[in-house]
T-cell receptor, first 118, second 115 residues
Framework: NAGVMQNPRHLVRRRGQEARLRCSPM?????VYWYRQLPEEGLKFMVY????????ESGMPKERFSAEFPKEGPSILRIQQVVRGDSAAYFC????????????????FGPGTRLLVL | AQTVTQSQPEMSVQEAETVTLSCTYD???????LFWYKQPPSRQMILVIR??????QNATENRFSVNFQKAAKSFSLKISDSQLGDAAMYFC????????????FGEGTQLTVNP
């Protein structure tokens, strides 16, 4: 059973360019989460998606950032007009969610995408 | 808002010895989950152990165990018989009923294992 897949593993962009980060959840998982890890910090929640729906985007910056999880294909985190402050590791996680009130299922993480903005 | 605090930025342990990493959290919720994740130099986030708040019994996974003190809002990780491969950054994380499905992470503890 393949784990969470993320690509690319490393991405270099110049200021003003667009960055597209992809995440394929574990088989059987239909819930995807994106987190950002700035250097020397812990992970910070960005967005939670189910197929074709954004459930919680309260951690997403209001501008330049967007996320989607289409019916077919991977989840995409898109950063437009990147700035140096966007340099970070971006982690995707997935879970199955089994319907308890709290959800409860563990989130399994991908290897991350390291974005460097020059 | 829930917060997670790891007060030890760095810890070290001798190989084969035992080490305890501290974590405290602040919440007004009664139902929640707590996790420890490990991030080795590869930067992959690896689940170490999880604890349901409604369970009084402390979770255990092989050499890893937790001391969950709900009243004190404390969730420490004990690593027994430390191995070189345990060297990593360890993150404590919280997931509560009103925070939806998001995980709230602490700032991490860097564990060094000395041979």
């Amino acid at each position: 059973n393949a784990g969470v897949m993320q690509n690319p593993r490393h991405l270099v962009r110049r200021r003003g360019q667009e960055a597209r980060l992809r995440c394929s959840p574990m088989k059987g998982h239909s819930h995807v989460y994106w987190y950002r890890q700035l250097p020397e910090e812990g992970l910070k929640f960005m967005v939670y998606l189910q197929k074709e729906n954004i459930i919680d985007e309260s951690g997403m910056p209001k501008e330049r950032f967007s996320a989607e999880f289409p019916k077919e294909g991977p989840s995409i985190l898109r950063i437009q007009q990147v700035v140096r402050g966007d340099s970070a590791a971006y982690f995707c996680a997935s879970s199955p969610i089994v319907g308890t009130p709290i959800g409860g299922e563990t989130q399994y993480f991908g290897p991350g995408t390291r974005l460097l903005v020059l | 808002a829930q917060t997670v605090t790891q007060s030890q930025p760095e810890m070290s342990v001798q190989e084969a010895e035992t080490v305890t990493l501290s974590c405290t959290y602040d919440t007004s919720e009664s139902d929640y989950y707590l996790f420890w994740y490990k991030q080795p130099p590869s930067r992959q986030m690896i689940l170490v152990i999880r604890q349901e708040a409604y369970k009084q019994q402390n979770a255990t996974e092989n050499r890893f165990s937790v001391n969950f003190q709900k009243a004190a809002k404390s969730f420490s990780l004990k690593i027994s018989d430390s191995q070189l491969g345990d060297a990593a950054m360890y993150f404590c994380a919280y997931k509560g009923e009103t925070s939806g499905s998001r995980l709230t992470f602490g700032e991490g503890t860097q564990l060094t294992v000395n041979p």
